[in-house]
């Protein structure tokens, strides 16, 4: 089959409210240089706390994905039957230098690895009561491509489960506590994990605790009011980000109108806040994700029929400036397509997933467009569009975070 081969934070969001919208005009000639400033830096307990101001948020403009990646891969998975997933919500990609992992709800739960050609490999674990399977489905994931370790983390575990890239089970880590909708950051050389959970009320455990391979805990931060999450359900959920080298914690609860990002300090076992938005009377469900110059607020709503979220524009706020603006993410590598609606930003990858039918039908909008394009670009589009049919399994977009903003504006 040919191919076409073109740091923590943790979010705890409801997925049944809606969000406000604001009426915004896509400007031609806007850039986040001349966006008005609407965040500033407060005080909060000692700490610089960035604060954004909802309702100055005006303007939107078309901002080239490329501006915050140093590389763009297409890679279109192979066709097999063992190989095939699915797109969604509900789909999550783990990136090392020459594989991906792709965990998908829809896809039966299943964890499959690929070469970052698109060549399937295998199955990781699969759903099971055995010692070496999970019950429900993978909530987190990462691949150690350097010690040969696949560590996969279920919705409720008791453990987090070990595997060699072989699919070979490995001394799994017990976990100190049980943990709901966990999220875990691997030391290698210390040989201990840092995890960070939802706290049910009402269950013992921490908000965020480091304990040895061996379920030995070092030190936890323990669960105070302001992060117990009342009533304790799986209605939330946690995201991490992983894309600078602090670890941002942040939880949400889309019923209040403010709320705060922080760091961990894992040597002091300290949070610390760094970031959060004032909504006013309404709330609105979204979260945070921390990029290396930016801090970027996705709004979150309800999924729609075929699982994906609606579209809504994104907050991009400079972190020096504290200028920003409503943005649209558009993939100018590809003709300025706007790709699919839950893109992800996490341990400095940007990835996101597509059905076949899905990406045709934007490529094939590009080629009917008025648009200027690149011969480059244009002969991009024309050929991916060529060699992907209905039938054809996932594609999957990987790109490296860039540490250096490039300041490139697209025409709307």
Known sequence: MNKIIYYVSITLLTVVSSCGNKET???????????PVI???????GDPVTNLDFSSVKDTFNLSLSTLLSSFQVIRLENSE?????????????????????????????????????????????????????????????LDESNNKIYLMEIRASKILVFDFDGQPQKHIPLAYITHKGRFVINTEKKTVTVMCIPFQGTPTALIWTQDFEGNIIQEYPVSDQFMLIPSTYDYEVRESLNTTASDFYLHNCIASQDTLYHYDIDSNTLHPVFTMHTGHEPICHYFTELPNHFLVTWYTQTSWNNELPRFPKILVDKQSLKGCFVNLKWNMLGNIDGPTNPSFNRG??????EPYALKEQLEKVLTSTQKLSPEVLRKVKELNNRITDDDNCIVFIGKISRNWQKKIIPS
């Not at 005009?25 to 966006?35: E, F, Q």
């Open 349 to 354: 990858y940007f990835t996101a997933i597509m």
């Open 82 to 142: 063992d190989a095939l997933t699915a797109a969604g919500q509900d789909t999550h990609i783990a990136v090392s230098d020459h594989y991906i992992l792709v965990k998908s709800f829809r896809a039966g739960s299943s964890c499959k690895l690929y070469n970052r050609n698109g060549d399937f490999i295998r199955k990781i674990s699969s759903q099971g009561q055995g010692p070496d399977e999970y019950n429900l489905f993978i909530y987190d994931q990462y």
């Open 25 to 35: 005009n896509v400007s031609r000639k806007l850039t986040l240089d001349n966006c």
């Open 39 to 45: 965040a500033q830096v407060i005080n909060l307990q």
